[in-house]
């Protein structure tokens, strides 16, 4: 467990001493609570695509990250958009890699092969 500002303590000769009040101040400022990813981008925005029924793992391309199970793409985006979606919402806008064995490529896969629009 971490230890917060008030249990921070420095060494002196004597043992330990409780770090100064402004020590405290200046480790403090600037920061702020913090809420969590930015999950602004995953709110329901419209209609879901289905999972296709039948398809195998390596042609539905279900290797996904288990962060990513249970989201699905939106009717009308593609596995680009879907991807982007989620690894921004993840990671930060665009702050991730791209290549094939990343996240961003494996959940594109899925969202290609893996949905369809509903009827």
Do not use: H
Request: net charge negative.
């Amino acid at each position: 467990m971490l230890a917060t500002p008030q249990e921070d303590f420095k060494p002196t000769d004597q043992g330990y001493a409780a770090a100064p009040e402004d020590l405290l101040r200046d480790w403090l400022e600037g920061f702020s609570a913090y809420d969590g990813p930015d999950t602004s981008v995953l709110e329901k925005k419209g209609e879901f695509k289905i999972p296709i029924e039948g398809i195998s793992g390596k042609e539905g391309a279900k290797n996904v990250p288990s962060w990513a199970r249970g989201e699905r793409p939106y009717v009308g985006e593609n596995g680009k958009e879907f991807a982007k979606r989620l690894c921004d919402a993840k990671y930060g806008a665009e702050n991730y890699n791209t290549g094939p064995k990343e996240a961003y490529n494996q959940i594109k896969k899925w969202g290609d092969r893996s949905f369809k629009d509903p009827k």
